[in-house]
């Protein structure tokens, strides 16, 4: 059998380090080509030493020459700067390239490496949420595969397989609720980042935990559904199931409901999209229907969770405005982690942004880029001066 080579962009953050995981349990299925990370040069260091890949990128420059010493007895390449990303995922040898770098940085690699032929199993949301437009057009142009690694996105993915997306009559991407489910706005008014990290089911980087937090991340799911399964809005639905067992569910036009389940763990929508088309056996736990004798769906409260709600705005406005929520989240995410702003404030930001940029209808990658930055200055500058005109920390 001839193995599989993977490079992953993001290779120690949560979603990398469980690939790797997926990786050393079977061996004799993966070869490791890349690896990549923006910081963390000690994991990154160990994590060459132990796969051996061809090439390692570092983004922070300022950590090259760490990297480069300790490799050097390994013979192992190293690149460092945000632009190796594009280089890497360029090399003869990759099969498959797993796209787990978070937010809009993911997305000049994934367009590289479409470019280039490889297969793409996606983890990160942005680069189909900022210009999924784009992206599935490079993918039919090269004809390469791009194999959802979001828990919600396979399950979609599993229960389409031997279906016809036009006989899709909705979707429902299932959402645990995070940790404020339940909550009204007056009793979310002074959560602090740490009250908000604490997701009852899922171990996820600070971000993403945030977006699962606001919903954000349910939102941000919907607009990549869009482009990943050809769909319209109005076909595409969220509701709250706090256990996270059913990952999704997919309604046909005879009415009848797929929906697929298992226990909340990463690893396996990794291990699906890393041997699809085929399904290898695991060692992971099982899920057992008595240990959850009751499953149980709620309709989302926009009323309180805004973020949401602005989502699907952008979603249903199309062009450019997918971007602007994305880049104006991301600054929000930062402010209210440093403290800046409140958790319900950070839906202000976004709302200022959206309301403020000028729609493009079919922008060009180059649109993206200049937008995204014009978000982030805005909402930056939206941020300092309410903080001025406020005139108190928003956090007690």
């Known amino acids: 059998m001839k193995k599989k080579n993977i490079a992953i962009l993001g290779s120690t953050g949560s979603v990398g380090t469980q690939a790797l995981e997926v990786i050393s349990a079977q061996p004799d299925h993966f070869n490791v080509i890349a690896l990549t990370a923006e910081n963390n040069a000690d994991l990154l260091i160990a994590q060459a030493i132990k796969f051996l890949p061809k090439s390692v990128v570092i983004g922070n420059e300022s950590l090259f020459r760490q990297v480069s010493v300790a490799l050097k007895p390994y013979s192992i390449d190293v690149m460092c700067g945000s632009n190796a990303l594009s280089e890497i995922v360029q090399l003869p040898e990759i099969d498959l390239v797993l796209a787990a770098v978070m937010g809009f940085a993911g997305l000049k690699p994934v367009v590289a490496a479409i ?11 942005e680069p189909l949420v900022v210009a999924g437009e784009l992206i599935m057009a490079e993918v039919i142009k090269h004809k390469v595969s791009i194999l959802p690694v979001d828990s919600e996105h396979s ?64 939102g941000l799911e919907a607009i990549e559904a869009k482009w990943l399964f050809n769909l319209q809005p109005k076909q595409i639905d969220i509701i709250v199931h706090p256990q996270s067992i059913v990952h999704s569910l997919v309604q046909f036009s005879d009415g009848s409901l797929k929906a697929q389940l298992g226990l909340p763990d990463m690893k396996l929508p990794i291990h699906y999209a890393f041997h699809f088309p085929e399904r290898q056996s695991t060692d992971f736990k099982r899920f057992n229907f008595l240990d959850y004798p009751e499953l149980n769906f709620h309709k989302p409260d926009l009323s309180v969770f805004q973020n949401l709600s602005l989502a699907y ?39 200022e942004a ?43």
């Open 115 to 125: 470019k280039a032929g490889k297969h793409i199993a996606i983890a990160n949301k």
């Open 354 to 396: 959206m309301t403020n940029a000028n729609q493009i209808e079919n922008p060009s990658l180059e649109d993206y880029f200049e937008i995204d930055n014009w978000s982030r200055d805005h909402a930056r500058s939206y941020i300092t001066n309410r903080t001025k005109h406020a005139g108190y920390h928003p956090i007690s």
């Open 155 to 218: 399950a979609i993915f599993q229960c389409l397989a031997g279906e016809r997306y036009e006989d899709i009559e909705k979707i429902y991407i299932t959402a645990s609720g995070g940790p404020f489910f339940g909550r009204d706005k007056a009793s979310l008014q002074h959560v602090t980042p740490a009250h908000a990290l604490k997701h009852p089911n899922w171990s996820m980087g600070n971000k993403i935990t945030i977006d699962s937090a606001s919903l954000m991340n349910k």
């Open 313 to 351: 705005e952008a979603l249903y406005q199309g062009g450019i405005m997918p971007c602007v929520l994305n880049a104006a989240n991301e600054v929000a995410v930062a402010a209210f982690l440093s403290e800046k702003i409140a958790f319900l404030e950070m839906s202000d930001v976004i709302s």
